[in-house]
């Protein structure tokens, strides 16, 4: 398991919006199913004392702390104050902080992550759907009903089409471990480096899928670190350049981080790439039996 | 979005920077007032929003009896196509010794990276490739407002030391004016000291608000008219429209018609949990791109409705086919009342765009 499971406490910033409520509602229904703890804290300034769902609203991270274990965070407040949100949850101590929020500065993104590392903690994010280990833990906004418990992880910079490769998977009877969407802005707090080393010290995980897309060479940079065996999909190979492909950080700039070099690079590697999302679980399945 | 060039100048005159004597004429008449400060030799360069305008005809060297003429000339000019409608005519200086420096934002340290060279004046990706081991590479703390001196120094090895100063100075503006890029090449050595002769910006646009920007001049009409509803759109040209939700879903839905064989007409990334009118807005929006024969619909997800988004694409009535794929919430529903109307729906992603492409083949 990798950054919090069943037993792990969860804590909600922006718990009294529209996206916090609906999704703390989510996360309960997924945590009764698995008998986990999920979401026992919220978070609003100025809703202290407050419920969503039954979950107690706090006005402050730290109130929330004094009266529950929590491990980890799922943020959902607004573009302006969600960097705020990651650093007062890292000076509170929360291990995993998931931020789903998209449309953060790049600027603050990066002094939330610095500050978030300083105080030890990890940011899942931004512009992320959050993590979903299957029969454990569901951190963000990942539709449950396509996941299955299995051996694979699952790193990847999008939602949706993380919904699409999971769902593949699960038809083809290939179960994940953990689900990782790492967001899809330039500077996010994991990496695929990062959750490489995660997957590699977690003994259920024995594969893992890699979904990419244009814009840096993270992905290359992880699939070299690590000896776990890979599939790797990378997407925007008709993504023209200097053009943001609906994520910030998609974006093939000064002539780098476009999908064929990456794909090339990535092969170099030894690491074999799926030309489109169906072609994954019969490439993870070769990995499985070796031929 | 990118700054034009002197509005980049500008901002780092601001800070403190020095660049030489500069003023931003929209027709030649104009220049006359301004000849005295700019001394005898002038260059004039257009402001145009493309790369390469210097080897595109778009910089042109004068001296204060041709300035006026030659501001006509480069008015009547296209530059990549583009119209000139602003110069900036600018004192041309006496270069000794020409630098580069840029501040990036560095994907993989997640900070701030400084690059510092020597061999200035060219194009860095040249230099990296050829002699990497001439580009001083420094990253920085974002939380500190400052470069400490060390990497100061570190950066500028054995260059004057008035550079120092100017590569914290830019630092400032990276950090203050939520940049992405700030690069100043050349920076340049002259007997009157040292000069920014050329500036580069990239603000972020996610922070285009708080840094005083109403639009984003990077984008088309179209790409405007998209933001205006959510929508993250790109324009290319192909025959094959398409909608999806989720950039990753969407671009590899545009990843799948070429590799069918097809040719795709635009990005288009409704967002989550599209209801009917965003969904009609944007097969509106996609329909009225000329070169569009067909348009694919690749939704999926648990929070997108999928009766919404049907009644969505009825809505728009266009005239172009749609074919759909469409995988969440109250699918039946969904796909009873596209069928009841005619539409092809087809089960998986693989399908619709191998029919798209079968389509306009």
């Known amino acids: ?74 943020i959902f407040v607004p573009a302006g104050a969600a960097a705020d949100a990651i650093m007062e949850e890292a000076n509170a101590g929360i291990e995993t902080i998931v931020c789903i929020t998209e449309h953060i500065p790049v600027h603050d993104t990066m002094k939330a992550v610095a500050y978030a590392r300083m105080q030890g903690s990890s940011v899942i994010g931004p512009n992320c759907p959050g993590l979903l280990s299957p029969g454990e833990v569901k951190m963000g906004i990942m539709p449950a009903g396509l996941f299955s418990r299995g051996n694979v992880g699952v790193i990847s910079r999008s939602g949706t089409l993380t919904y699409e490769v999971v769902d593949e998977l699960t038809r083809a009877g290939i179960g994940q471990s953990s689900v990782v969407g790492i967001g899809g802005d330039p500077v996010i707090g994991q990496t695929f480096v990062d959750v490489l080393k995660e997957f590699e010290n977690d003994p259920q995980t024995k594969a893992v899928v890699l979904i990419g897309e244009v814009g840096g060479n993270l992905e290359e940079e992880g699939a070299k670190c690590t000896d776990l065996p890979i599939v790797a999909y990378i997407a925007g190979i008709s993504a023209p350049p200097d053009k943001r492909m609906g994520h910030a950080g998609a974006i093939v700039e000064g002539g780098e981080g476009d999908a064929r070099s990456k794909i090339a690079r990535l092969k170099k590697n030894g690491v074999p790439v799926a030309s489109r999302p169906s072609e994954i679980p019969d490439m993870v399945r070769k990995l499985f039996c070796g031929c | 979005m990118k700054l034009r060039e002197h509005e980049a100048k500008n901002v780092i005159r601001e800070f403190g920077i020095p660049v030489p004597a500069g003023f931003l004429i929209r027709t030649a008449a104009e220049l006359s007032a301004h000849l005295e400060a700019l001394g005898d030799k002038i260059v004039l360069k257009a402001q145009v929003d493309v790369g390469g305008r210097g080897k595109a005809g778009g910089i042109l060297m004068a001296d204060k009896k041709s300035a006026v003429a030659t501001a006509e000339d480069l008015f009547r000019k ?129 922070a285009l608000g708080r840094q005083g920007f109403t639009v984003n001049r990077d984008l088309t009409d179209r790409e405007r008219e998209a933001e205006k509803h959510g929508f993250s759109y790109v324009e290319l040209n192909g025959a094959i429209g398409v909608i999806g939700n989720g950039a990753g879903l969407t671009m590899s839905t545009l990843d799948l018609i070429e590799f069918y064989g097809g040719k795709a007409a635009n990005f288009l990334d409704v967002g989550g949990g599209a209801e009917n009118e965003r969904v009609m807005h944007a097969v509106r929006l996609v329909a009225s791109v000329p070169t569009v024969k067909v348009i694919v619909v690749n939704l999926l997800g648990g929070i997108t409705k999928c009766d919404e988004v049907a009644k969505g694409i009825i809505a728009a009535g266009i005239s172009q086919k749609v074919i759909v794929r469409l995988a969440g919430t109250n699918e039946a529903e969904g796909r009873r009342l596209l069928t009841e109307k005619g539409y092809e729906m087809l089960p998986t992603m693989d399908l619709v765009v191998k029919k798209a492409v079968e389509v306009t083949a």
């Open chain 1, 1 to 74: 398991m990798i950054y919090g499971d069943r037993k792990t406490g969860i804590l909600v910033q922006g718990a009294t919006g529209k996206q916090g409520e609906f999704h703390i509602g989510l996360m309960n229904n997924y945590a009764r199913e698995v008998g986990g703890r999920g979401v026992v804290a919220g978070v609003t300034p100025g809703k202290g004392g407050q419920q969503v769902h039954g979950v107690p609203v706090y006005n402050t991270v730290k109130e929330a702390m004094s009266d529950h274990d929590i491990g980890a965070s799922v």
């Open chain 2, 78 to 206: 296209e530059i990549k196509g583009l119209p000139v409608k602003e110069i900036l005519a600018e004192q041309r200086l006496d270069i000794q010794h020409e630098y580069y420096l840029s501040i990036t934002v560095d994907r993989s340290s997640k900070q701030p990276l400084i690059l510092f060279t020597e061999e200035g004046g060219v194009d860095i990706e040249i230099t990296a490739k050829e002699n990497p081991s001439a580009i001083r590479r420094v990253i920085a703390n974002p939380l500190m407002r400052d470069l400490p001196p060390f990497m100061l120094r570190e950066l500028a090895g054995k260059a004057p030391k008035e550079i120092m100063p100017i590569i914290n100075k830019l630092y400032r503006v990276f950090l203050e004016k939520d940049a992405l890029l700030a690069e100043i090449n050349p920076l340049v050595t002259t007997p009157q000291g040292v000069f920014a002769a050329d500036a580069k910006i990239i603000v972020d646009d996610n």
